[in-house]
């Protein structure tokens, strides 16, 4: 007698997600735990607290990489950790409205970080005709955008990818509920770099326009605003916009090329 042949399933199990790497040792057993925001290829984006469950801070956490030589891997955590939170600090002596670094930990692979209350400048441009109901305000915003993104460049860093994800509206108190009018703040400083080039300043530059003709075509149009507003944030702003232009030849190039 012929063993008895398993039946075929009708629904099989849907696939499992890889599995989250565990949170760093301290806030493992915080209450409530921190919220899972956002997950990159390097990273992780947690909201937690700092200090008393009333007062809110992101936990940016570096998990370590299985595929990476263990030595390697601690070496470049070591640096990208500390190289950000470096860059956050001299951003905040030099006046650049960033988040507050409240704690590090190179070995675990955390930096815990003041928490940005409001909404992205990508969501609230994203709003159903919010460009035709606000186009004053909108306009405001721009110049903002270019003013913050000039006192970023006069204090000697680059932020690497300026995105409309990576400028955050604060409201300016607790009882503004929309961000439009709210103070810029930049943020996510993973690829960030102390630079004095007007070559990197300017490649910033074309990285946030192209953010916006993909993002925000509708805005695409606003953007001058923001380089009018650049150009007077900081002596040296104007050699900048010249290398913008060249920025934008280069990449009309490569585009044609493919």
């Known amino acids: 007698m012929s063993a008895e042949q398993p039946l075929p399933q009708d629904n099989p199990p849907p696939p499992t997600s890889p599995a989250l790497p565990a949170l760093p040792p301290n806030f493992t057993t915080t209450n409530p735990p921190p919220t ?6 390097e990273a992780l984006l947690y909201k937690t607290t700092y200090l008393t469950p009333s007062l ?3 936990l940016k956490h570096r998990p370590r990489k299985p595929y990476r030589h263990p030595t390697l891997d601690a070496r470049l955590t070591r640096h ?9 600090t001299k951003c905040r002596r030099e006046g650049v409205r960033v988040p507050a670094v409240y704690f590090v930990d190179w070995e675990q692979g955390w930096l815990l970080m003041e928490w940005v209350g409001g909404g992205s400048v990508r969501g609230v441009l994203g709003r159903e005709g919010v460009l035709e109901r606000e186009a004053e305000r909108v306009e405001g915003l721009m110049g903002r955008i270019g003013h913050a993104v000039g006192r970023l460049h006069e204090s000697g860093v680059v932020h690497g990818d300026l995105t409309t994800s990576n400028l955050m509206l604060q409201p300016s108190s607790a009882d ?3 961000p439009l009018d709210g103070d810029v703040i930049l943020i996510d400083f993973g690829l960030g770099a ?6 990197d300043k300017a490649v910033d530059l074309y990285v ?5 003709i993909s993002t925000h075509p509708k805005a695409e149009g606003l ?13 040296g702003a104007k050699v900048v916009l010249r290398r913008l232009e060249d920025v934008r030849m280069r990449g009309r190039k490569r585009s044609m090329v493919g």
């Open 36 to 41: 899972l925001l956002a997950q990159g290829a």
């Open 208 to 212: 946030l326009e192209r953010a916006f």
């Open 80 to 88: 990208r950790i500390l190289s950000e939170a470096r860059i956050l």
């Open 176 to 178: 503004d509920k929309d």
């Open 56 to 58: 809110p801070a992101a």
């Open 194 to 199: 102390v630079s004095v080039q007007d070559e």
């Open 223 to 235: 953007f001058k605003e923001v380089l009018r507003s650049y150009g007077e944030s900081y002596k």
